[in-house]
């Protein structure tokens, strides 16, 4: 017999807290359960603080349940207020609607929305034309504004001032839910432990106006060991759009995470057993880069594709080896009248995005932490010509241990 998805989930890391847990061990167990995870579509692409989620989804598809992926494209228009102490810029309706159906795209690489498996709908279809009054009546009316102010998601916003506006967003998920309960009969709403207050809302709301079952159930939120959200780098985002983040730089990403959340990523973001998680998350010392490379390779694998996933590893390799050989190295292209003229090494590193600014730059060279073609530069106003380039007609630039670029001529 298959084992329960709940305790998958559970053994995974998954599960930060859920609304009856036995209650819900027991559904999951005994029949297949439609459930729903809401992406507010507030960029053109899904991020790797999505993934974890995504993940979930896959699981539970896996044990036979079907997902609901719900796109915000009535809630995108508020903006949730949860974790964030500012409120979010007004999007247009055109921006939101093409968002929206580039997370479907990326979503059906992981999700399979044949026959009924899964589904996609789109808040839109419901919120936009809401009745006010009638929805008041309809679902205001179960609403209590000194509970809603006591949710986590709007306390931390209060000393800044929170609006009218986002203050309806609690209210909006809660009715999804129930709409969806409505359609699909969805029991079960699943996503980040920040969602917590919104989640309970819409669970309460279907008991009330339905009396009817239904439950809720959050994941922990991917963080560094100092409590930031991962997936974040110098640039921004770490995005699952290869166009957006290429396979090599989601690849370094994951390769250069702390030694501390190694096993976490593992079990989290990797279909790999649990006993091989245990075992690389307990490698110790230079070891670790074992299992490092090893979460890197799985979570590229699953996002870009194995073909890609080995492209990434080998690129990684050749340069750890000092090779620099492979065509996935992130790379620039110059005209060939670029390198005759010569180029400062501060430009290379703004152009390659190896330094926030020329002064970081500059700053970064001085201290020593410059190397090009594997020989340390330390002297800031260093110009490079076509006679630097190596013999494959490159050069290879590194800032400290594991952040490279290299620079070509057409």
């Not at 930060?16 to 167990?29: N, P, S, W």
């Not at 810029?89 to 899964?118: C, G, P, V, W």
């Not at 919120?127 to 929805?135: A, G, K, P, R, S």
């Not at 594997?374 to 002297?379: D, L, P, Q």
């Amino acid at each position: 017999m298959s084992r329960n998805v709940y305790d998958i989930l559970e053994e995974r890391g998954f599960i930060e807290q859920c609304t009856h847990e036995d209650e819900v061990r027991e559904l999951l167990g005994k029949e297949s359960v439609t459930f729903y995870i809401g992406f507010d579509a507030t960029a053109d692409s899904l991020t790797a603080g999505h993934f974890l989620t995504v993940m979930a989804m896959m699981h539970m598809q896996k044990a036979g349940h079907r997902p609901i992926a719900l796109l915000g494209g009535g809630t995108t228009m508020i903006g949730d207020p949860s974790g964030k102490s500012d409120m979010r810029s007004m999007m247009t309706r055109e921006t939101i609607d093409y968002n929206a159906n580039r997370f479907h795209e990326q979503l059906s690489r992981y999700i399979s929305f044949d026959n009924d498996k899964a589904i996609v709908a789109n808040n839109a279809d419901w919120l936009l034309d809401l009745n006010y009054v009638e929805f008041l009546r309809e679902v205001g009316v179960h609403f209590s504004v000194n509970k809603m102010l006591a949710a986590e998601s709007y306390k931390q916003r209060m000393e800044k001032g929170l609006t009218f506006f986002e203050f309806n967003y609690m209210i909006m998920q809660a009715y999804d839910f129930w709409k969806l309960n409505k359609l699909y009969d969805c029991k079960l709403q699943l996503g980040g432990n920040d969602q917590w207050s919104n989640i309970i809302a819409g669970v309460d709301l279907i008991r009330r106006k339905e009396q009817k079952p239904a439950f809720g159930l959050t994941f922990k939120l991917l963080t560094t060991s100092e409590g930031i959200k991962m997936g974040k780098t110098m640039k921004g985002a770490v995005w699952l759009d290869p166009e957006k983040t290429s396979p090599y730089e989601f690849f370094q990403y994951w390769r250069n995470i702390e030694d501390v959340k190694v096993e976490e990523c593992l079990g989290l973001l990797t279909f790999l057993p649990m006993d091989e998680v245990r075992r690389l998350g307990a490698l110790e010392g230079a070891e670790i880069n074992q299992a490092k490379e090893i979460l890197a390779y799985e979570i590229t694998k699953i996002v870009h594709g194995e073909e890609e996933a080995i492209k990434a590893r080998d690129a990684a390799k050749a340069l750890f080896e000092g090779g620099a050989k492979s065509e996935d190295i992130p790379t620039t292209t110059y005209s060939a009248d670029r390198f005759e003229e010569g180029i400062d090494l501060i430009t290379l590193m703004v152009d390659a995005k190896l330094a926030t600014s020329r002064s970081d730059a500059r700053r970064t060279i001085v201290q020593g932490g410059v190397t090009v073609n594997e020989v340390k530069v330390t002297e800031f106003d260093r110009v490079f010509t076509k006679n630097d380039l190596d013999a494959d007609g490159a050069l290879l630039v590194r800032k400290g241990k594991k952040s490279y670029h290299r620079f070509m001529t057409e």
